[in-house]
C-alpha cells in the first residue's frame, strides 16, 4: 500500500497565486521526486531530490527534500491555468522502488 | 520512437480472459519499471526491470500477473484470469540508467475488466 501521505487532495486557487502541497511519511527515503500527471497521460517529471536539506528550483517551481528525510514540500508561485493537473510525490530508498502518493489536484481560475 | 509507447492504449475484457500489455521504452534505456493505477490514486510499483533482468516484482498483486523483458527493450505485462478489481491504467516508465530516478513514462493502458 502506499506509504506517502500527500496533501491537501485538492486545490481551487486564483491565477497568480502561490501554491504549496508536501507529502510526509514515516520512512526515510534518499530520493524525493515530484511528477505532475495530466488526463490520459503518463506522470511528467518536474523536480528530483537527491540529499536531504537540498533545494531546488525548475522555474517558477521550487521544492524541497525534508532534512529528517522523511519529508517533502513542492511550491509553485504565480500560478497560471496550464499548471491545472494532478501533482505526485514519489521517494524512494533504493532508486529502484519508488513509492507514490496520492496526489494534489490543482484548479487554477484564470 | 522519442517516448516510451504502450499499447494497447483501451483495453476492455470479460472476467476470466488473459491480457497482455506491451511496452515500447525510449530505445538504449536500461531500466523498465511496471505501474498499475487506479481510479484517483497515485502509481503503485509493480516491477522493474534491468536489461532482460526482472530485479524486483515485489509489487505483482498475485501469480496471475507475469511481466517479460527477454531482450531487454520491449516488456510485456501479462495478467492471466483477469478480475474486476484488475481493473486499472497500466503505466511503463525507462529510465537511462540502472536505477530510476529520471524515469520517462508511457501515456498507460486501461484495463476494464467486465
Known amino acids: 500500500g502506499q506509504q506517502l501521505n500527500q496533501s491537501p487532495q485538492s486545490m481551487f486557487i486564483q491565477e497568480g497565486e502561490d501554491v504549496s502541497m508536501n507529502c510526509t511519511s514515516s520512512?526515510?527515503?534518499?530520493?524525493w521526486l515530484w511528477y505532475k500527471q495530466d488526463p490520459g497521460e503518463g506522470p511528467v517529471l518536474l523536480i528530483a531530490?537527491?540529499?536531504?536539506?537540498e533545494l531546488t528550483s525548475n522555474g517558477r517551481l521550487t521544492a524541497q527534500f525534508g532534512i529528517t528525510r522523511k519529508d517533502s514540500f513542492l511550491n509553485i508561485s504565480a500560478s497560471i491555468p496550464s499548471d491545472v493537473g494532478i501533482y505526485f510525490c514519489a521517494a524512494s530508498g533504493n532508486f529502484n522502488k519508488f513509492y507514490f502518493g496520492s496526489g494534489t489536484k490543482l484548479n487554477v481560475k484564470p | 520512437g522519442a517516448g516510451v509507447s504502450q499499447s494497447p492504449r483501451y483495453k476492455v475484457a470479460k472476467r476470466g480472459q488473459d491480457v497482455a500489455l506491451r511496452c515500447d521504452p525510449i530505445?538504449?534505456?536500461?531500466?523498465l519499471f511496471w505501474y498499475q493505477q487506479a481510479l484517483g490514486q497515485g502509481p503503485e510499483f509493480l516491477t522493474y526491470f534491468q536489461n532482460e533482468a526482472q530485479l524486483d516484482k515485489s509489487g505483482l498483486p498475485s501469480d496471475r500477473f507475469f511481466a517479460e523483458r527477454p531482450e531487454g527493450s520491449v516488456s510485456t505485462l501479462k495478467i492471466q484470469r483477469t478480475q474486476q478489481e484488475d481493473s486499472a491504467v497500466y503505466l511503463c516508465?525507462?529510465?537511462?540508467?540502472?536505477?530510476?530516478?529520471?524515469?520517462?513514462f508511457g501515456p498507460g493502458t486501461r484495463l476494464t475488466v467486465l
Open positions: 516508465a525507462s529510465s537511462r540508467s540502472g536505477g530510476g530516478s529520471e524515469q520517462f
Open positions: 530505445s538504449g534505456h536500461v531500466s
Open positions: 531530490l537527491y540529499k536531504a536539506g
Open positions: 520512512s526515510i527515503f534518499n530520493t
